[in-house]
């Protein structure tokens, strides 16, 4: 059974940092590209980053660029988002997705997804 569960939302003031979690399960992790979109009330899902073994990290909103950072973990199955400077526009659901083989900023092709998790930033 595939598995994606995120971690590590909450609440943080600006400025504040969190680290995203997202440790998969069910699939060969090598083989998929691994992404976060986030979804604010009343807006659309949209990309924010990914990483594959073939592509390495992709940043696809101007905004996060220097801010936030992706890793993975191979050992553990498990991609991470570090997000930095945090600010209130972060506010979202953040949700991984894994893709077979690579990264994409459009939301459809994903074949798997995590239930997502809350990320508040305070100003």
């Known amino acids: 059974e595939v598995q994606l569960v995120e971690s590590g939302g909450g609440l943080v003031k600006a400025g504040g940092s969190l680290r995203l979690s997202c440790a998969t399960s069910?699939?060969?992790?090598?083989?998929?590209?691994i992404a976060w979109f986030r979804q604010a009330p009343g807006k659309e899902r949209e990309a924010v980053s990914c990483i594959s073994s073939s592509d390495g990290p992709k940043y696809y909103k101007d905004s996060v660029k220097g801010r936030f950072t992706i890793s993975s973990d191979d050992a553990k199955n498990t991609v991470y988002l570090q997000m930095n400077s945090l600010k209130p526009e972060d506010t979202a659901v953040y949700y991984c997705?894994?893709?077979?083989?690579?990264?994409?900023?459009?939301?459809?092709?994903?074949?798997?997804w995590g239930q997502g998790t809350q990320v508040t930033v305070s100003s």
């Open positions: 997705a894994a893709d077979l083989l690579y990264c994409t900023a459009s939301w459809d092709p994903y074949d798997y």
């Open positions: 069910g699939f060969i992790f090598d083989d998929y590209a």
